[in-house]
Nanobody, 123 residues
Framework: QVQLVESGGGLVQAGGSLRLSCAAS????????MGWYRQAPGKEREFVGC????????YYADSVKGRFTISRDNAKNTVYLQMNRLKPEDTAVYYC????????????????WGQGTQVTVSS
């Protein structure tokens, strides 16, 4: 069992930056690859990006590539989502997720989810 708690969301103007954190507790953090997803009102939860267990490989959705960066600190059991040059269309609840498997770009591949943190980007 893994518990995930996101933090760092808030209200920011377009063009600004935020850094989200996701703290994990429970089983060995390095056993899990981590992903970030987001869900805007009335829309399905969509993939933002993911990072492998070692942190050596990251992968992003086209909509955030070049603006968002995922990193992890395995000593702190924490994964981060640095969001730069934010746009109003980035407004959503952001979720982190953990998977013990190898499919990192599909919601169904993730075993554990956090409760989400709201990010609102004003124009």
């Amino acid at each position: 069992q893994v518990q995930l708690v996101e933090s760092g969301g808030g209200l920011v103007q377009a063009g600004g930056s935020l850094r989200l954190s996701c703290a994990a507790s429970g089983r060995t953090f390095t056993s899990y690859a981590m992903g970030w997803y987001r869900q805007a009102p009335g829309k399905e939860r969509e993939f933002v990006g993911c990072i492998t267990r070692s942190g050596g490989i990251t992968y992003y959705a086209d909509s955030v590539k070049g603006r968002f960066t995922i990193s992890r600190d395995n000593a702190k059991n924490t994964v981060y989502l640095q969001m730069n040059r934010l746009k109003p269309e980035d407004t959503a609840v952001y979720y982190c997720a953990a998977t013990a498997g190898v499919v990192l770009t599909s919601k169904s591949g993730y075993n554990y989810w956090g409760q989400g943190t709201q990010v609102t980007v004003s124009s």
